[in-house]
């Protein structure tokens, strides 16, 4: 049983900042990528940033110069510092990992989900 759980959201005014945080725990044997989805009322979820084992990381064009992903591989956990906040970063951010739960067996894994809300 793998488990993610999120911590970090709350409301902001624009411009200001936030830091999400994301451990993963359970029977793990390795994690390849983590990151971070958000999902906006009427919206589809999106990719917000993504991050691998050797620390390379991608992120949306909306959010790139502002948000910054990383990862602590000996805690499982991943990070999104969120800097210069719009209202339009207003969403369900979601945790994601693809886990190794066996040397050759993986799944994708989910958090519940952490509201941000930034206000103009």
């Known amino acids: 049983q793998v488990q993610l759980v999120e911590s970090g959201g709350g409301l902001v005014q624009a411009g200001g900042s936030l830091r999400l945080s994301c451990a993963a725990s359970?029977?793990?044997?390795?994690?390849?990528?983590m990151g971070w989805y958000r999902q906006a009322p009427g919206y589809q979820r999106e990719l917000v940033s993504t991050?691998?084992?050797?620390?390379?990381?991608v992120y949306a064009d909306s959010v790139k110069g502002r948000f910054t992903i990383s990862r602590n591989n000996a805690k499982n956990t991943v990070y999104l510092q969120m800097d210069s906040l719009k209202p339009e970063d207003t969403a369900v951010y979601y945790c994601?990992?693809?886990?190794?739960?066996?040397?050759?067996?993986?799944?994708?894994?989910w958090g519940q989900g952490t509201q941000v809300t930034v206000s103009s």
């Open positions: 994601h990992a693809h886990i190794y739960t066996g040397r050759f067996i993986s799944d994708n894994f």
């Open positions: 359970g029977s793990i044997f390795s994690i390849n990528d």
């Open positions: 991050i691998y084992r050797d620390g390379i990381a």
